[in-house]
């Protein structure tokens, strides 16, 4: 994927079949033809070198499903967050850990 910024405009450019079907996805999600785009904002931090992705979040499209963890429980009164949809919770002390967007809640420090 080739990505080019010319001040506040932003080119991506698929450089294979499945980069421009991945790409049609985030379009058809992201676009509405009614007009009400939705806003694609960065989550936690891109450092060259130390990461590997950059996360970004789409303003408007609700979040994966929660279940919890039948294996993990909350050692003590915490709130969780789901660093793929945004979403929080609160969960108290002895009840299982949430499970959201396939993955462990982590909590908030």
Not at 32 to 58: E, S, W, Y
Not at 74 to 84: F, K, W
Request: glycine share 8%.
């Amino acid at each position: 994927m080739k990505i080019t910024v010319d001040r506040n405009v932003l080119e991506v450019t698929p450089e294979s079949e499945q980069e421009t079907a991945s790409l049609d996805l985030l379009w058809k999600v992201v676009i509405d033809c009614h007009g009400n785009n939705k806003k694609i904002v960065p989550m936690g931090q891109f450092v060259p070198g130390h990461d590997t992705l950059a996360r970004f979040h789409i303003e408007g499209v609700q979040g994966g499903v929660t279940t919890f963890s039948t294996e993990k429980k909350a050692v003590s009164d915490e709130t969780y967050y789901c660093h793929i949809c945004n979403k929080y919770m609160n969960v108290k002390g002895g009840d299982p850990v949430p499970l959201c967007c396939g993955r462990d809640m982590e909590t908030i420090d």
